[in-house]
């Protein structure tokens, strides 16, 4: 499997992006996936998931109620719709994927078998 983010930018504080993950050499449907971010000097961190029917979502509390992520199955692609988002929000955003058919939507980094390149997120204040 690969995965291929986009959607990234520079956009001001307040504003909105849509981060797209788009997958190839398998269907993704069966599979958890999750967004992760890391900033400057510090962790990867979890950020979003979801599970492979798309009925279960699970967010970090930094970004609840500001992002929500979809997926559309048909198209083998998972998105990151985030809104009001904040300086704080500034970093390399990463789609993973988690080869456990028909799991759960949040996994351990570690268990998280696919990677996409990332795509920076810049919010200016």
């Known amino acids: 499997v690969q995965l291929q983010a986009s959607g990234g930018g520079l956009v001001q504080a307040g504003g909105s992006l849509r981060l797209s993950c788009a997958a190839s050499?398998?269907?993704?449907?069966?599979?958890?996936m999750g967004w992760f971010r890391q900033a400057p000097e510090k962790e990867r961190e979890f950020v979003a998931g979801i599970n492979w029917g798309g009925g279960s979502t699970s967010y970090a509390d930094s970004v609840k109620g500001r992002f929500t992520v979809s997926r559309d199955n048909a198209k083998n692609t998972v998105y990151l719709q985030m809104n009001s988002l904040k300086p704080e929000d500034t970093a390399v955003y990463y789609c993973?994927?988690?080869?456990?058919?028909?799991?759960?939507?949040?996994?351990?980094?570690?268990?998280?078998?696919?990677w996409g390149q990332g795509t920076q997120v810049t919010v200016s204040s």
């Open positions: 050499g398998r269907t993704i449907s069966d599979y958890g």
């Open positions: 993973a994927a988690a080869r456990k058919l028909f799991g759960s939507s949040r996994y351990e980094e570690n268990e998280y078998d696919y």
